[in-house]
């Protein structure tokens, strides 16, 4: 792929945005901002209308698994128009747990995917065992029998797990990590919605006592397939991001157009000018690195744990860049609990710590290129 967006994605794009401002625009989150129980809060029919009517669930699932073998570059495509109504189904969750079920390419991780390309089944990735996501797994346990696992251990902060059907956690035997599928279902599973500064992004502890769950992947298979998530993670949200971000811009522009003072329209001072360019720059930028992203997962595989430390400290900081931005140049109205502004700058703040900080992405990529 080149580095720009083809002509059957963008229009795919024109498809997707008018369905989403038809079933998900921001106002309909409202009823659900301070519902407790994820699963009444969360819209299962706009989730099913999503993988039925427009095949985004199964966008990267290889076509023998039921997907259309696309690639990461159109799910990133979808997480950024996703990212403009700040959607509050998995659709995140989704795209991570894919590439590792992808990652692992076995027999039972092809079942579950065929689950995810239509609809039915939603699967989360459960890692995190302290305050940082994506560290090898060391507190959660598993005994290993054959092809089966009982696992014991705790998960924060684990994405959508409040409507998950299954779990792909991370663990660790007496020698080696091990992936395990276990369903949300399964004896010994608790799952504890987490309230959190974003109303929209709904985390949860997942504590595990002696759950029985599918072996997946074990030792350096394990290993792969959980740095391949992290950098697909990583890549996914910056896309999200860049959604959010450019709707911040639009927002802002807009009503620099209709509110006055001094009797002409705010948006012909050149302050405001000069904030909404910087913040323009930064957008473009930030979806610069997005596709750059999209083009090392297809072409040079190699090369994506560095795309995506790029576009993660890029385009976290220009969401809340843009965010601030929005906010603070709508004046009285922006800082209301009505206006919508608050709830991008939830999102934006809480995504700038969620898969690592500006400043950590920014440290792995030295790291990376031996700076």
């Not at 989360?124 to 092809?147: C, K, M, S, V």
């Not at 012909?268 to 000069?274: C, D, E, G, I, P």
């Amino acid at each position: 792929m080149e580095l720009t967006w083809s002509a059957e994605q963008e229009e795919f794009r024109t498809t997707l945005r008018g369905f989403l401002d038809a079933k998900a625009p921001v106002e309909t989150l409202r009823p659900r901002l301070d519902v407790e129980d994820p699963v009444t809060a969360f819209d299962r029919e706009v989730w099913q209308q999503l993988a039925s009517q427009l095949g985004a669930h199964a966008l990267a699932i290889p076509e023998e698994w039921g997907g259309a073998g696309a690639s990461l570059a159109e799910q990133l495509l979808v997480l950024e128009e996703l990212g403009r109504v700040l959607y509050d189904g998995p659709f995140l969750a989704t795209v991570i747990a894919t590439a590792a079920l992808n990652a692992v390419g076995s027999d039972a991780a092809g079942a579950l995917l065929r689950g995810v390309a239509d609809g039915t089944t939603v699967v989360t990735l459960a890692e995190a065992e302290g305050d940082a996501f994506f560290r090898p797994p060391a507190d959660t346990q598993a005994r290993i029998d054959g092809g089966t696992a009982r696992v014991t251990g705790v998960k924060r902060y684990v994405l959508d797990a409040g409507v998950a059907d299954v779990l792909l956690v991370t663990a660790v035997t007496a020698n080696e990590p091990v992936l395990v599928a276990v369903e949300t279902s399964a004896p010994g599973v608790e799952v504890t919605p987490v309230r959190t500064l974003d109303r929209t992004r709904r985390l949860a502890i997942v504590s595990l006592n002696d759950a029985e769950g599918t072996v997946l992947a074990t030792g350096a298979a394990a290993a792969a397939t959980l740095a391949h998530a992290h950098d697909v993670a990583i890549a996914a949200l910056a896309a999200e991001q860049v959604g959010g971000a450019a709707r911040c811009l639009d927002l802002t522009v807009a009503y620099s157009h209709l509110r006055e003072q001094f009797g002409r329209p705010i948006g012909s001072f050149q302050a405001l000018k000069h904030r909404c360019a910087d913040v323009l720059l930064s957008v473009e930028q930030s979806r610069s690195a997005v596709l750059y992203a999209a083009w090392a997962a297809q072409e040079d595989p190699a090369e994506l744990e560095v795309a995506a430390c790029v576009a993660g400290a890029r385009a976290s900081e220009t969401y809340l860049q843009a965010a601030q931005e929005n906010l603070q140049m709508h004046g009285g109205i922006g800082f209301t609990w009505e206006h919508d502004a608050h709830l991008y700058l939830r999102r934006a703040k809480s995504s700038h710590q969620l898969f690592g900080s500006p400043g950590e992405h920014r440290r792995r990529l030295a790291d990376l290129v031996k700076l």
